[in-house]
């Protein structure tokens, strides 16, 4: 079976442009979760989706932005971009929310922002 | 919060036992644990929930003691495949909803 997938591999952009990142995640899940990684640290979360609903969302600014589809892929945006957004940003799907639900994550999209 | 993890990093040798801690100030829900290695996604190990349990598989291991809010990882006779940077990420509510908290990570280089 197909594990999360997520494109593109690597985006480089300038200050103050908009980025549209997008994700499947693995057949038969119904969340996705956005992270966001900067170099030497953990992922840190942005936001969760259930079933094309917003049930949770992390201490990031108003510039980012998501969204789930039908078929329970997303898409994670960013407006504005700073050279601060520039990091690995990662999805990560599971059968559905809550704390025991295993998340799996796909190989992440590389931004860097000049 | 974000969990505390120790040690930072350690060097072993194949064969080598290793453990990882993790720590919070707050209580626990879940307590989830993942190795990435350089360039790639976390990949997941092993999730305990509270209520204190250990579980295991081949020789990677954890145990999750409820009432110090830690959790350890257990890496016995490693190999040389072992190694990268491994996190926890812990949950609260229960609900899920506020994503994994994950800490800064431990580095763990295994040398022949």
């Known amino acids: 079976d197909a594990g999360v997938t997520q494109s593109p591999t690597h985006l480089i952009k300038t200050r103050g442009q908009h980025v549209t990142l997008r994700c499947s995640p693995i057949s038969g899940h119904k969340s996705v979760s956005w992270y966001q990684q900067v170099l030497g640290q953990g992922p840190q979360f942005i936001f969760q989706?259930?079933?094309?609903?917003?049930?949770g969302r992390g201490n990031f600014p108003d510039r980012f932005s998501a969204r789930q589809f039908p078929n329970y892929s997303s898409e994670l945006n960013v407006n504005a971009l700073l050279l601060g957004d520039s990091a690995l940003y990662l999805c990560?799907?599971?059968?559905?929310?809550?704390?025991?639900?295993?998340?799996?994550f796909g190989p992440g999209t590389r931004l860097l922002v000049l | 919060q974000q969990p505390v993890q120790s040690p930072q990093a350690v060097i072993l040798r194949e064969g080598e036992d290793a453990v990882i801690n993790c720590s919070s100030s707050?209580?626990?829900?879940?307590v989830h644990w993942y190795r990435q290695k350089h360039g790639e996604a976390p990949v997941f190990l092993m999730i305990?929930?509270?209520?204190?349990e250990q579980k295991g598989h081949d020789k990677i291991s954890a145990s999750f003691n409820e009432k110090k809010q830690q959790s350890s990882l257990y890496l016995t006779a490693s190999q040389l495949s072992y190694s990268g940077t491994y996190f926890c990420g812990t949950e609260i509510s229960g609900g899920g909803a506020d994503g994994l908290t994950f800490g800064k990570g431990t580095h763990l280089i295994i040398q022949p």
């Open positions: 305990l929930l509270k209520g204190g």
């Open positions: 989706y259930y079933e094309k609903e917003e049930r």
């Open positions: 707050k209580a626990l829900y879940s």
């Open positions: 990560a799907s599971s059968l559905s929310t809550g704390g025991q639900e295993t998340q799996y």
